[in-house]
């Protein structure tokens, strides 16, 4: 385990697992189940025997709302347990070894990785049927999670979550969506 990227569950886990077999990477990757246990699964992951061993670890997180203050508290976070010359904007890494890596993961300074899936379809055919769901039933504001559940629903074999839409054809892998959060993994 010399490369481990740090993501926030377990549909962020299976994209970024697909994004790296796509790309020929050498990468474990492991959920810390959700942004409140990032502190407790790093403290976790340095008393292991294993973490020795790491030369990057990297530590996505969703934007949410703020990309900026999801970069802070992450930032805050890998200090206050010890890494130094942490990066200085996401998509950064520290000289140091273990070196650390931060990615705030969405689109336009907000979101998550639901956006950049969709951002990866937006233009394929029946794409815009997406939204004319929502138009129809009357829902103004659909947020990310529920158009990637309306596209999955879309295909003929829907694989009931990202996850497994993760593993599948699901996403143009190629699309410049991915490209940031695919040369971050490329630096790692």
Request: charged residues 30%; proline residues 5%; aromatic residues 10%.
């Amino acid at each position: 385990m010399k490369k481990i990227i740090l993501c926030e569950g377990p549909s962020d886990e299976a994209i970024l697992k697909t994004l790296i077999k796509v790309n020929g990477l050498d990468i474990a990757v492991a959920a810390y189940d959700g942004k409140d246990n990032l502190e407790n699964f790093v403290e976790t992951l340095q008393g292991s025997p294993d973490y020795r061993k790491i030369e990057t670890l990297a530590v996505t997180r969703d934007a949410d709302e703020n990309e900026k203050d999801a970069f802070k508290s992450v930032r805050g976070l890998l200090k206050r347990m010890g890494f130094a010359n942490l990066p200085e904007e996401s998509g950064g890494f520290s000289g140091e070894t273990p070196r650390a890596g931060i990615f705030v993961v969405g689109r336009d300074g907000r979101g998550s990785i639901d956006d950049i899936c969709l951002g990866s379809v937006k233009g394929r055919p029946g794409f815009s049927c997406v939204d004319e769901y929502f138009r129809c039933v009357n829902r103004s504001e659909p947020g990310a999670k529920a158009r990637v559940w309306v596209w999955l629903l879309s295909h003929p074999d829907f694989p009931f979550s990202l996850r497994k839409g993760g593993k599948e054809a699901y996403w143009n892998w190629d699309h410049p969506a991915f490209g940031p959060l695919t040369e971050f993994l490329r630096a790692m």
